[in-house]
Structure formats: structure tokens, C-alpha cells
């Protein structure tokens, strides 16, 4: 075990209680407008998410996402994995939390594609059973108001063709035999297949992306939470609610474009805007116990911290920032896209500065 008090001289546990409360009800206030945000689309014309300003307020959280990730949660998991207060053997070794961060990533990628494989298979497989009883409730309805077996509709059709190729030498056309209509509806199929598919994304990014939020948020507010100097706690509460804010509004937009049931909509934006309030409390409950310097605390600490840097890097880029700025929207409207990744490097930019102060 490694002793430390880790306050530079700026012990005063009166204050930094009032300063740990304060940041619980900001912190939550904030993630709170920031996952709502999003959600109220529907009253709030400009927040709709068909509408260019939800692209471009999106980006600027992803761009803010991505910051925490590289130039936050990564390096404090390198810092933590390789303290001094860890043996030698074998921290000091290897580049842990690069490495956990990295297959954290890749692991995120394995889950996303067989999530979204899983509910693909589950769509079509709805989808046909409904088509199927479809059909069979159309057949059974034209041999009963014909009186005369499916079949014969079908040799009956064949004729039909029959004598409009004798009628027309140069071969049947398609708007002759109805064909028209199956063009129609076959594009009709792709373009549900299309927005079901985006919609199935949409789900799992939102899943996916929460969990990558709360798993660091969860370590950030314990931090806090047995923390006793007021001299770290005071840049840490303006700090973790800008970035609550922007982590709530890229989450909330997710959760908004997934079209989730009422429920799980309040369930998802609660549980992310209890996290870090509640980590907070969890900190203050065991901070007279609990020893962030123990190697134990420390491990747990940097791969937790690891983990999340991985999966944020990949949501960030991937499902976030990829998804968007390769769209065809995007990319068909040049001023969209430009006012998009000036959000994004603005985003990046801004909590990227905060580092001089956390």
C-alpha cells in the first residue's frame, strides 16, 4: 500500500462536503437538460432530429466525447496504471492501459455487430412470418369469394397473359401486366428495410454509448465523491458539467433517432443523469474507509478508466462522427457540413482546454 494524502496542502473536509453536494445537484442538472434536450424535439422545432442545427449541436458533443476520451480518461488511465504506488512487476512493464484501451475498442466493434446481426435476424424473421399470413389470408379470401381454388386465379392470370402476347407482338409490357406497381413497391421494401436498419443502429449506438458514459462516470464520481480537497474538487464541478451536458446531449440524440418506448426513454436518460451524482455519494459514504491509493483501487480505477476511453474512441469516431459526416445528407450539403465540422473541432477544442484546469 502506497500512503499518500494526495491534497497538496488543501485538506478542509467542511468545504469540500459543501462543494461535493453542490457538484451532485449541478452535475445532475445538467446531464439532465443535456439528455432532454434532444428528447423534447418534438416541441422544440430547431432540436428536431431531421433538422441541420441537431447535426451540427450533435457534433459538437461528439467532438466533446472524443476529447474526454483521448485527452481525459486515456491519460489518467495510463497515469493511474503506471503509479508509483503499483509494483513493478508488472505495471511498469507495459503500457496496460493503451492495450486495454485498444482491445476495448475492438470488443466494442464485436458487440456492435452482433447486436445489430441479432436484431436484423429478429426483424426478418418477424417480417416474414407477418408477410406469410399476409399472403395466406388473401388466398383464402379469393377462393371464397370465388368459390374455386387458389389455383385456378393462378392458370386463370397465365391465360390472361396468354392472350395479351397474341394480342401485342412485341411482347408483354410491364404497366400491361401491372408491373408498374411492383416497382413501386419493391422500392417501398427497400426503403423500410432502409429505415428499419437505422433504426436497429440507432438502438444499439445509444446502448452501447451509455454504457461507455456510465462505466466512466461511475469511477470520475467516486473520485470526487472521497476527495477532501476543496483545491481538486472546485475545477472538477465545472469541468464534469460541461461535459455531462454535451456526453447527455449526443446520448439523448441517440435515444431520440432509436424511437424507444416511453419507458425505456426515461429509464435510459435517468440512469445516465444518476450516475456520476451517484458515484458522487457512493464517495462521500466510503471516503473515511476507502484509500485511492491502494493497488487494488488503482487497478480497478486505470481499467475501468481504460475500458471507457476505448469505447467512447470507438463511438466517437465510428457511430457518432462517421455516421454523420458520411451520410449523404452531409455530404450533399456543403454548408451543413462545413458549420458540422466547425462544431466538431469547436467541441474537441473546448474540452481539450479544460485539461489545464483538471
Known amino acids: 500500500m502506497c500512503e499518500s494524502d494526495g491534497d497538496g496542502g488543501c485538506r478542509n473536509e467542511g468545504e469540500a462536503l ?3 453536494i453542490l457538484a451532485m445537484v449541478t452535475i445532475l442538472v445538467t446531464g439532465v437538460m443535456g439528455v432532454a434536450l434532444p428528447l423534447l424535439g418534438k416541441r422544440l422545432t430547431c432540436l428536431r432530429t431531421d433538422r441541420g442545427f441537431f447535426l451540427i449541436a450533435k457534433a459538437l458533443a461528439a ?4 476529447a474526454t476520451a483521448f485527452v481525459h480518461i486515456l491519460p489518467d488511465a495510463m497515469l493511474v496504471l503506471q503509479s508509483e504506488c503499483l509494483p513493478e512487476i508488472p505495471w511498469k512493464r507495459f503500457p496496460f492501459g493503451g492495450f486495454i484501451a485498444m482491445f476495448s475498442a475492438m470488443a466494442t466493434l464485436v458487440v456492435d455487430l452482433l447486436s445489430t446481426g441479432f436484431f436484423e435476424r429478429r426483424h426478418h424473421k418477424h417480417a416474414s412470418s407477418s408477410s406469410l399470413e399476409d399472403q395466406d389470408l388473401d388466398v383464402e379470401a379469393g377462393a371464397e369469394s370465388n368459390g374455386s381454388q387458389p389455383k385456378l386465379h393462378i392458370v386463370g392470370m397465365h391465360a390472361h397473359a396468354a392472350s395479351h402476347s397474341h394480342s401485342h407482338p412485341q411482347g408483354l409490357h410491364g404497366k400491361e401486366l401491372g408491373f408498374e406497381h411492383l416497382g413501386h413497391a419493391h422500392s417501398a421494401s427497400f426503403s423500410d428495410e432502409d429505415d428499419e436498419f437505422a433504426r436497429i443502429r440507432h438502438i444499439i449506438i445509444s446502448q452501447v454509448l451509455e454504457l461507455g458514459i456510465i462505466t466512466h462516470s461511475i469511477i470520475i464520481g467516486l473520485s470526487l465523491g472521497v476527495s477532501q480537497s476543496p483545491c481538486t474538487i472546485r475545477p472538477l464541478l465545472g469541468a464534469l458539467s460541461f461535459h455531462q451536458f454535451f456526453e447527455g446531449f449526443a446520448l439523448g440524440g441517440c ?12 429509464i435510459m436518460a435517468v440512469f445516465f443523469a444518476i450516475t456520476t451524482p451517484g458515484g458522487i455519494a457512493i464517495g462521500i459514504g466510503i471516503s473515511e474507509v476507502y484509500n485511492p491509493k491502494s493497488v487494488k483501487a488503482l487497478v480497478v480505477e486505470g481499467v475501468f478508466y481504460s475500458v471507457s476511453a476505448g469505447i467512447l474512441v470507438y463511438m466517437a469516431l465510428v457511430n457518432l462522427i462517421a455516421a454523420d459526416f458520411l451520410s449523404k445528407r452531409m455530404r450533399c450539403d456543403h454548408r451543413l457540413q462545413t458549420l458540422s465540422l466547425l462544431s466538431l473541432f469547436t467541441g474537441a477544442t473546448l474540452m481539450s482546454l479544460l485539461a489545464f484546469w483538471v
Do not use: H, N, R, Y
Open 18 to 20: 459543501f462543494l461535493k
Open 63 to 66: 467532438g466533446v466525447i472524443l
Open 255 to 266: 435515444i431520440s433517432q432509436a424511437g424507444f418506448k416511453p419507458l425505456s426513454v426515461v
